[in-house]
T-cell receptor
Framework: DAEITQSPRHKITETGRQVTLACHQTWNHNNMFWYRQDLGHGLRLIHYSYGVHDTNKGEVSDGYSVSRSNTEDLPLTLESAASSQTSVYFC?????????FGPGTRLTVT | RKEVEQDPGPFNVPEGATVAFNCTYSNSASQSFFWYRQDCRKEPKLLMSVYSSGNEDGRFTAQLNRASQYISLLIRDSKLSDSATYLCVVNYAGNMLTFGGGTRLMVKP
């Protein structure tokens, strides 16, 4: 069955380190998205991509980057992790408007 | 003003009760509307799309009022398993979605 996966599911890292979160989907969707979810803020869009080599900034993109070298993957990189980036990160993909989410990555920056 | 607003709840209801949630959105150009369900510490899952004519899926009914810019979700005969956070979601342009903060439902025995 087609699916969307994220790895790692949990990660603890230190301030200043570079961290990459993986997202992989097998639906062959062109659209992929990264969100973070924090108490009091709901889901906020970090970056999104509408196809290979296309990337766009979302609402809270500072400190994050993405690259899209193939249809299946959209890795999210935290260039220099900060404590404010402690959060749950969700990846999603879509063909049109209906987005399907991965299981999430819980990131703690100490 | 938030683009998508929901009452955060919690709504505490007994099993078998009918409960309704409303959501308002600010952008009149909004094109597509959805309800997502999110269980604690899990990913959001699409519950249903919301069409202008209203739509029903088993115990769940969704309605859209474009004139007043609100969306509703009605759950009949609530089950314990309906306990979750319900997210109102709106598409404005392209394939991006804006999420409301969610309404928490707790169904009690």
């Amino acid at each position: 069955d087609a699916e969307i996966t994220q790895s790692p599911r949990h990660k603890i890292t230190e301030t200043g380190r570079q961290v990459t979160l993986a997202c992989h989907q097998t639906w062959n969707h062109n659209n992929m998205f990264w969100y973070r979810q924090d108490l009091g803020h709901g889901l906020r869009l970090i970056h999104y991509s509408y196809g290979v080599h296309d990337t766009n900034k979302g609402e809270v993109s500072d400190g994050y980057s993405v690259s899209r070298s193939n249809t299946e993957d959209l890795p999210l990189t935290l260039e220099s992790a900060a404590s404010s980036q402690t959060s749950v990160y969700f990846c999603a993909s879509s063909k049109d408007y209906e987005q399907y989410f991965g299981p999430g990555t819980r990131l703690t920056v100490t | 003003r938030k683009e998508v607003e929901q009452d955060p709840g919690p709504f505490n209801v007994p099993e078998g009760a009918t409960v309704a949630f409303n959501c308002t959105y600010s952008n009149s150009a909004s094109q597509s509307f959805f309800w997502y369900r999110q269980d604690c510490r899990k990913e959001p899952k699409l519950l249903m799309s919301v069409y202008s004519s209203g739509n029903e899926d088993g115990r769940f009914t969704a309605q859209l009022n474009r004139a007043s810019q609100y969306i509703s979700l009605l759950i009949r005969d609530s089950k314990l398993s309906d306990s979750a956070t319900y997210l109102c979601v709106v598409n404005y342009a392209g394939n991006m979605l804006t999420f409301g903060g969610g309404t928490r439902l707790m169904v009690k025995p």
